[in-house]
């Protein structure tokens, strides 16, 4: 799905975009935070300042209100002048589209059609197993439920302080589609030694091909994941729902590649 | 007062006896048991608090030492009044002499059972006497100031670090809340521990401890004496560690606590037996320092559809009222709860919410009610989320709830930043004032669809309870009955915190706490 | 001249893979001075990496600037076809496979101007040897594989006929604790190939795990391996108590080596593994589990070409660079040591 969409859009040639309020190119934006000056006379300069800092031309503080002792709120609309390229944006990397959970759902009965195994853990000494529940357990995060509330999941948290080789087996063991890792704390780069030791068992198991691994933290970027031969990290702000887009996306486009390939092999084109 | 939902006075007697017995049926199926963090409640109650260097709080060092040398039967009261009468220490003193391993409590010569009991009674009566001056001191403190009327408007902090919470509670209060609740880190409610200090790290909310309880609540005394309004100040007895939560929420003088066992057996899969002998004394605590908790029947309305859970809603209300009050715990101070959780697409999903909130509200004449806002469905569009929170707040005012948690529209994208609680909050007063006496106007029509919703979702109450009845409370949250969440009775965290007391066990505590009104079920 | 060393001793090896200790250990900055050595030396350059690597800024810390991989012109690389396109070099496709990423599918190129270059190849090693055989046949004459940070499985075997390792200052504060932690790294890579015929034709065949008793075999479940606990692992012992070699398949992970160790007591073990890169020891060294009695074989040997040291900890501290390559060198036999900065 993501290559076809990337193609049509590229077809589009969308090329330089800017944000639009009511005519193409206008620029125009709203901003609304909260600054740590008093409600008084002067504090809407100091917003207006930001904002030029911020590269908006013409702001305009349209409402301003005391939240506190020294806290005052402001909203703020602009012409920003910066525009994007989107055909560039679209070819660097294969996209995923964020999903609900239903549609997360219908999508996995549709392209998938089987339930998809999860092992979780948050692993090495690291003792937080906040991460992993978050995106595992039923209740999950912020109203987003996690993995174990979706009917096409089979969820296994292992919890913390999971040795890597324990987390190894067990996907092993339950035939797992994806390996999710949560790592919390970052001192002295042991997350780093940690990610990479697991990568490294996965594949003196031979089963790197086999699974999908995803690490995740609030100090693990996607590049950190990629670098260390993890398929994608997720850092502070994920919710369930955007993990669980990932795996069935990627699951799904690799369900095709099989089926293509064992034809070209039958076919005897490989 | 006349039923404004036309409700058959008999389902409601018979929906009301059905929760009660489910309720006595849990407790005398708990009675002989106790857990870790019950005894380790008994020794904060005695004064024990602080850390050691590796930072395991006291409290758990002096139970895990009584547990590892299988002592721990009797009860800590029991160990703890046998070394104050050895050695004419203080539970603080003796706990610290445990944790650098220069006094084992077990090895002491162990003097009568009755002295010891005599003895550690005593201690614990003078620690509760304390406490409960400091309490007086403090309802004295909030009844010279104003208050405002209800429904008490309860408004979240969660910013991680503790003094930040200080600056958004001040917000909170200068634009008319009444009380604040820090959400706690999340998980937390899975430590088998209390962390110790104050924090400024914390994940999606902040760590529940007892310097964080002090630091809020001196914040908010400060604020109230300058402004002449009470402010409350409410945490949560949920999780591995209800009791001690609550014994801390009393030294420190909070007023409020969510305090309910269901929800983590369900979202938290905390196991059934641990977590209820649990919530039986943190009631207690609560109870007995006339701190009003809050139970979470508004989690069921997230993970099941709102529109069909409602009867379980009404049930999970009912037994959780009698739980409470098996614990101790007056009308006044249970406020069992409810949402506004019906997906914003329903039609006539306003009608169905008003029916429910009206019925919450009969069932429960003398009890404050939680009423909660809207989360499940929303989603980062916050003014979507801000037209839902207008209607949720109509229905509060003109349903008359007791306490209302208030909708923050960014509730759906974040941990809501401090200018959307303000204009969360600047939503409810415009619409409690706009509308303050419309429910006094409101007469449903005989048979109309509020009126048929309310009947039939007790009807199906009472047939839910009278399930409840015949299987036990166990079997029923294994078979979804909550929720939609299966849970086992066997299974779930710190099941292995539980243990059979001996006849030599001592908690003066629960005694002393219920009085005489409740020893006859004991 | 140090350079001209540096050279001599890449030129021999067909495919040589670049694992660093650590970030900033200077494995990129060895992995350039590599690929432009063997360019000079006359040969044609593939390079390849296991994941990705030589992004402008570090993936830990945005502060710290990252050298990019330059390829001189007529190189052969194998990586994304999105990298590719934003690299701007000029280029020709060579082939496309199969392989995907979560950068996109690896395509095989030649570039025709110099230039530099992001890297990601397959990020499995079975299909890093294929990505490899492959630019072999397009002409590449000398194949270099990028490891990822910290990737143990890039110094495989299977993959690579020599191995440079990357240490340097940013692993601790301390010049001691250095050498001591690069020895032991060291010291795992060289494990070595088991001489036992008997032993060498079981493991060929093992699956899983197996234990070599004085009168057959017993297999060991691989998840016993990997995650049994102390208490199985004695059981296992208890039932066989004339084991004495354990036979790998797939990981080695130090608990279970605990376990065993613990287990055998006072006689002591003999572990055969495929290779070192499925050996994971990090609570202790080589050298304490030896003098415990426990031993560890390989079928095949890694082949360890040469250290580059990198004196320079980014935004913290530095040693001296001749004193830390020195140091290094005497701890550790049979090896160059080279200063990654001034062999560039």
Known sequence: MPESMIQSVLKTNYGMVKAYADHKNDGIVQVAFTLPVPYA??????????????????????HCQRVTDGYTYFIVYAHCPHSVDFEALQADTPDVDFMTQAEVEAFSADRIGRLIVVVGASTGTDTHSVGIDAMLNLKGFDGHSGLEAYACFRAYNLGSQVPNGVLVAKAVAVNADA????????????????????????????????????????????ELAKELGFDVGFSKGTYPNHLASFIVTELAARTVEARRDSRLRAAGGW | MRSKLGLDAGVVAEAREAAALVARRVSSSLSGKSTVSVERT?????????????????????????????????????????????????????????????????????????????????????????????????????????????????VLTATGNVYED????????????????????????LLDYVPFGPTTEGYGGTFATQANFRIMREALDEWSASNGRYMRLSSFCSGLC??????????????????DALYGILYRDINMRRTLIDQRISRMVNGYFDIVINTGEDNYLRTADAVQAAPSVVASQLINYYLARESGVKDSHIAVG????????????????????????????????????????????????????????????????????????????????????????????????????????????????????????????????????????????????????????????????????????????????????????? | MVAVRLRELVSSVPRLSLFGLAKNTGKTVALGATVRELNAAGFVVGVTSVGRDGEATDALDENIKKPSIYLPAGSIVATTAALLRKSALSREILAHTDFRTPLGHVVIARVSAAGTVEVAGPSSIADVRVVCDEMTRHGAE???????????????????????????AVL??????????????????????????????????????????????????????????????????DAHPTGHCIIVGGALCESFVENVRQAARSKGMRFVVGNSSKVFLSKRGLAWYRAQGIGIEVLKAARLSAITVNPVSPLSHRFDSRHFRESVAAAIPDVRVFDVVEAC
């Open chain 2, 42 to 154: 008994v020794a904060r109650l005695l004064g024990v608090d602080d850390a050691n260097e590796l930072e395991v709080p006291l409290p758990n060092i002096l139970v895990d030492h009584v547990r590892d040398h299988r002592g721990l039967s009797h009860g800590v009261a029991y160990w703890l009044g046998n070394a104050m009468i050895q050695t004419g220490k203080s539970a603080p003193q003796l706990a610290r002499l445990v944790a650098c391993n220069e006094l084992d409590l077990c090895q002491l010569d162990v003097v009568a059972e009755r002295r010891i009991r005599e003895v550690i009674t005593l201690e614990c009566e003078r620690a509760l006497e304390n406490l409960k001056d400091a309490q007086r001191k403090r309802q004295e403190f909030r009844l010279s100031l104003r208050e405002s009327p209800p429904p008490l408007v309860y």
């Open chain 1, 179 to 222: 390996i999710l890792v949560s790592q919390t704390v970052t001192q002295q780069q042991l997350h780093v030694h940690n990610l990479a030791e697991l990568v490294d068992i996965v594949e003196a198991e031979g089963i790197r091909k086999d699974v999908l691994l995803v690490c995740g933290g609030p100090r693990v970027s996607d």
């Open chain 2, 338 to 522: 409810n949402a506004f959780e019906i997906h914003p697409t329903v039609t006539n999903g306003l009608l169905i919410e008003w029916a429910q909130a009206e019925l919450t509200r009969e069932l429960f004449p003398d009890c404050p009610v939680k009423f909660m806002p809207p989360t499940k469905h929303m989603d980062g569009n916050g003014l979507r989320t801000h037209a839902c929170d207008t209607l949720f707040n109509l229905v509060t005012i003109a349903t008359r709830q007791g306490i209302q948690t208030i909708g923050v529209p960014t509730e759906g994208t974040f941990t809501p930043h401090i200018h959307d609680r303000v204009l969360g909050l600047e939503c409810v007063r415009y619409v409690f004032n706009s509308a303050r006496d419309l429910g006094e106007e409101i007469a449903f029509r005989q048979d109309g669809f509020i009126q048929s919703r309310a009947q039939q979702v007790l009807r199906d109450a009472l047939q839910l309870l009278r399930y409840v009845v015949d299987v036990g409370l166990f079997e029923a949250i294994e078979q979804r009955t909550f929720g939609n969440i299966s849970r086992l009775v066997d299974e779930g965290r710190g099941a292995d915190g539980i243990f059979e007391t001996s006849d030599m066990y001592l908690n003066p505590f629960v005694a002393l706490m219920l009085g005489d009104t409740t020893c006859q079920n004991q």
């Open chain 2, 166 to 189: 200080v600056t958004h509670a001040r917000a909170v209060a200068d634009n008319g809340g009444d009380i604040v609740a820090v959400i706690r880190s999340t998980a937390q409610s």
């Open chain 1, 41 to 62: 006379r002067s504090s809407s300069k100091a917003a207006l300042e930001l904002a030029k800092a911020m590269g908006l031309v013409r702001p305009e503080v349209v």
């Open chain 2, 242 to 259: 209800m009791p001690e939560i609550a014994a801390m929420g009393a030294i420190e003088g909070l007023d409020n606590m969510v305090n």
């Open chain 3, 172 to 237: 601790e504060w301390d010049l001691e604790a250095v050498v001591r932690i690069t020895r032991d790294a060291v010291d795992l890579l060289r494990l070595p190939e088991a001489t036992d015929s008997t032993l060498r034709s079981l493991a060929a065949r093992v699956r899983g795990a197996m234990l070599v008793t004085g009168d057959g075999t017993v297999p060991i479940e691989s998840e016993v391996a990997l995650a049994g606990t102390p208490e199985r692992v004695k059981a296992l012992f």
């Open chain 3, 142 to 168: 000398r194949v270099v594989i990028d490891g990822a940070l910290n990737r143990k499985a890039a110094t495989s075997p299977l993959i690579a006929d020599g191995v440079i390792l990357s240490t340097g």
